[in-house]
């Protein structure tokens, strides 16, 4: 879906101002990243759903005849999707590996899970897919959000189905370009411009094969978090925009401000919300027995 004119307008009006400010633009550090995440997902009422998405798909694999899962998560990040995940299925997980190239992230996903299960067989790889080596395959897949932040989509995607099992299922979260990230987009100028949920779509569909199930996620955030008066408020906006909100000018933070109170929306309760969709797709593999 294409943006409105209006909102292209305001994202040409901040280009120009990061433009004179290009200087100012920079990126946060690990550990800043993983806080200014946290925040972000804990804002969100996406994150809880996504999860919601990936037990199921879970839970369809018990349901189909598996014992027990060995489960694959890819980009975990500081485990915020998978300590809750692991403590509902319980023990119907046989094994856990998360992979993550931020090590900070991945220490605190390491915690995280060890609290929530303690007994479970875990595993914790600090480097990319690409580079993850395995004896084993998995009955569950998943990542959120992880394909803009890899070079080679198909590589990624690739390295993923080669590691499920026939009859493991792969679930992927993915971002339309809609208001949030398209406001991301103008302070990420490396990042590529259409890799988004229809880009995935054509990925996933290009070696044919069943037609993976999605799942439309209408998450959303209160404009009202998005304050740069309160720490919670730069964190949020330190992650929206991928980088470091106190160099920025006084002119970019106006018009960052504006263009996310004319994509709010108002609701029946007198709230502005902001928009944080999501699709979700899952690939399932052949039946048990079938």
Known sequence: MGLPSTANTLLSTLTDALQKDACAVRSLEEAHYVDAHRAFEQASTQQSQIRDVIEAEAQRLLQNGNKGIDVLSVGCGCGMLDAPLLAHLGDHVNSFVGVDPNAVALDQCRQAVGTASASLDCRFECTSLEDFE?????????????????????????????????????????????????????????????????????????????????????????????????PQGTLLLEFLIQAQWGPLSAEVKAHVADYLDRSARATSADHNLLPHPVTTFALRGVAAGG
């Open 134 to 230: 395995s004896d084993r395959h998995y009955d569950l897949i998943y990542c959120s959000h992880v394909f803009y932040y890899v070079d080679a989509p198909a590589v990624v995607l690739d390295a993923m189905r080669a590691l499920r099992r026939d009859t493991g299922t792969l679930v992927i979260a993915h971002a339309p370009k809609e208001r949030l990230n398209a406001l991301a987009q103008a302070f990420w100028p490396g990042q590529s411009e259409d890799f988004y949920v229809p880009a995935l779509r054509r990925l996933l569909s290009r070696n044919g094969g069943a037609a993976p199930v999605e799942r439309q996620i209408d998450a959303h955030i209160p404009r009202a978090l998005f304050d740069d008066a309160t």
